[in-house]
Nanobody, 122 residues
């Protein structure tokens, strides 16, 4: 069974940092593009960041540029999202996702994690 399991969420004060992890199991994702999405209460799910299979290409939503960094370790079948200078508006459930393609396209995904809560207090 293919699973994406997120961890690392929690409660942090504004200006703080968190590092999310997404561990994949059931198959290797070393040739798949992977990404992070988030969904705040009452809002639609939003693309946050994505990374190509090799890690050579990344993309971010404008609000995350300069603050968030996506990375991956294919040997561990894991991707990460380092989030710095967090703001209350970053509060959301963060989801890991994977596509079948090697580079990320669009906002749909073939595989989804169950999500991890990130809460940023002011």
């Amino acid at each position: 069974q293919v699973q994406l399991v997120e961890s690392g969420g929690g409660l942090v004060q504004a200006g703080g940092s968190l590092r999310l992890s997404c561990a994949a199991s059931g198959r290797s994702f070393s040739t798949n593009a992977m990404g992070w999405f988030r969904q705040a209460p009452g809002k639609a799910r939003e693309f946050v960041a994505a990374i190509s299979w090799s890690g050579s290409s990344t993309d971010y939503v404008d609000s995350a540029k300069g603050r968030f960094t996506i990375s991956r370790d294919n040997a561990k079948n894991t991707i990460y999202l380092q989030m710095n200078s967090l703001k209350p508006e970053d509060t959301a459930v963060y989801y890991c996702a994977a596509q079948y393609s090697s580079s990320w396209y669009g906002t749909s995904a073939a595989f989804w994690g169950q999500g991890t809560q990130v809460t940023v207090s002011s």
